[in-house]
């Protein structure tokens, strides 16, 4: 499975950006699919995750401002991110979970400033 994650940017504080990620092949049978992100220096860490169930998973410190969402007809997988603070700017990867697999997108950069 490949994955192509889009969306990343410049933006300013307090402002949104809606992250994509698309899969190659179906992702119906997925047990999870999530965001992660790194900056350098730093491990990657986990942001969002949400299960074939639709249960969903979020950092502490992107609650209540991050949404993730899943697709399986489109085969994509989204992370909403409002109210974005300079502390968000990082590498931005989806992963999906199929069997005992993981698959990484190449990532994308966003980037919070004034």
């Known amino acids: 499975v490949q994955l192509q994650a889009s969306g990343g940017g410049l933006v300013q504080p307090g402002g949104s950006l809606r992250l994509s990620c698309a899969a190659s092949e179906s992702i119906v049978l997925s047990n999870a699919m999530g965001w992660y992100r790194q900056v350098p220096g730093k491990q990657r860490e986990l942001v969002a995750a949400i299960t074939r169930g639709g249960s969903t998973n979020f950092a502490d410190s992107v609650k209540g401002r991050f949404t993730i969402s899943r697709d399986n007809a489109k085969k994509m997988h989204y992370l909403q991110m409002n109210s974005l603070k300079p502390e968000d700017t990082a590498v931005y990867y989806c992963?999906?979970?199929?069997?005992?697999?993981?698959?990484w997108g190449q990532g994308t950069q966003v980037t919070v400033s004034s």
């Open positions: 992963n999906v979970y199929l069997g005992s697999r993981v698959y």
